[in-house]
């Protein structure tokens, strides 16, 4: 498992389809992962430091979370079927542990809001990173 970072959202063209860029932290590869607009903007808005009027639906989750003492531990990119990433929340609560399934592109906003780490499965990595 590889720990990575958000390099940022890019838009592929000609489809205007956003794609977020992640980075090995202590390596070369890049992982891209195309991704919805919506979840593209809360991403890029989070990296921009900019603060909605209304709290959007990952801003929301945060807040429940922290309301209700879980800590979000970190995420997992864990899968790559047939074109398709998988990923895990991992969190903990009252000493208890959690992984609850999610999207890659709304599992990095979250991590986004909560500066929890993200790591991408070394078998993930190795078929989708380019160097």
């Known amino acids: 498992m590889a720990e990575v970072r958000v390099v940022g959202i890019r838009v592929e063209q000609p489809q205007n389809q956003p794609v977020l860029l992640l980075r090995e932290s202590n390596g070369d590869r890049y992982l891209p992962i195309w991704i919805g607009q919506s979840e593209a903007a809360a991403i890029a ?16 989750f945060k807040d429940t979370l922290e309301t209700l003492g879980v800590q979000l531990d970190r995420v997992v990119v864990t899968e790559l079927r047939e074109t398709t990433f998988y990923a895990e929340l991992h969190l903990t609560s009252m000493g208890d542990t959690f992984v609850v399934s999610s999207r890659p592109s709304d599992a990095v906003a979250l991590a986004a809001r909560t500066d929890c780490p993200i790591f991408v499965m070394e078998d993930v990595l190795a078929e989708a990173g380019v160097v």
């Open 45 to 60: 808005l989070e990296q921009q430091g900019v603060e909605p009027a209304r709290p959007l639906t990952h801003d929301l």
